[in-house]
């Protein structure tokens, strides 16, 4: 299952440390006049510049680039919304990580199963329910190939019945949801990974 695309836009991933202030100012001034979003880093990573570039002004950053003479990578958007790219990006939040929180794949199908259940906070396909400008916002960030911090998720049980509490990251689960993707990474605490693996959900 594919998203339609917002808007097509490749990323342009840059090493920050490479560049001085001379030649990030040249970058930062074609900005508004080339149509493009230049921002630092991702959620914790502060060290490289991404430029999300509409697709018919390729030519201009790269020859922008290349009289700078500034190496990068080119991302399109097939390869920064590809599965295995994003499981591969996926990392625990500083929240998850202060708590010892542990990345798991969990059933997409059967993790959805469970949301449903609590329909005052379970986003439907597209991001119905949900709130739109964060699901489409999530989608976009998606296509920079920036790091993804895995939603935060807690499992409990009370008089033999589960309860499921996502405590930050619906709207990524529903994208990872709508992409297609099989297992949906979740950062868990310890107990919460026992009672996924009680239910199924590992």
């Known amino acids: 299952m594919n998203i339609t695309p917002i808007s097509f836009k490749g990323t342009y991933y840059i090493n920050r440390p490479s560049l001085d202030i001379k030649t990030t100012m040249a970058i930062r001034k074609k900005e508004y006049a080339y149509g493009l979003d230049i921002?630092?880093?991702?959620?914790?990573?502060?060290?490289?510049?991404?430029?999300?570039?509409?697709?018919?002004?390729?030519?201009?950053?790269?020859?922008?680039?290349?009289?700078?003479?500034?190496?990068?990578?080119?991302?399109?958007?097939?390869?920064?919304?590809?599965?295995?790219?994003?499981?591969?990006?996926?990392?625990?939040?500083n929240e998850a990580q202060n708590l010892n929180y542990s990345i798991k794949l969990v059933d997409s199908a059967k993790l959805d199963k469970e949301l449903r259940k609590n329909q005052s906070t379970y986003i439907a396909y597209g991001g119905k329910n949900g709130i739109s400008e964060k699901y489409k916002g999530f989608i976009n960030f998606l296509k920079s190939n920036q790091?993804?911090?895995?939603p935060i998720i807690y499992f409990s049980k009370k008089s033999?019945?589960?309860?499921?509490?996502?405590?930050?990251?619906?709207?990524?689960?529903?994208?990872?949801?709508?992409?297609?993707?099989?297992?949906?990474?979740?950062?868990?605490?310890?107990?919460?990974?026992?009672?996924?693996?009680?239910?199924?959900?590992?």
Do not use: W
């Open 147 to 150: 790091p993804i911090e895995a």
């Open 39 to 93: 921002f630092q880093g991702g959620y914790r990573n502060f060290e490289n510049l991404y430029i999300n570039c509409p697709e018919e002004k390729d030519k201009k950053v790269q020859k922008l680039l290349s009289k700078l003479k500034i190496p990068y990578q080119q991302i399109d958007e097939v390869q920064a919304v590809d599965i295995q790219n994003i499981l591969s990006r996926v990392v625990l939040s």
């Open 160 to 202: 033999g019945i589960t309860e499921t509490n996502v405590h930050d990251g619906r709207h990524r689960i529903a994208v990872f949801r709508d992409l297609g993707m099989p297992y949906t990474p979740i950062a868990m605490n310890d107990k919460s990974v026992e009672i996924a693996k009680e239910i199924g959900l590992l």
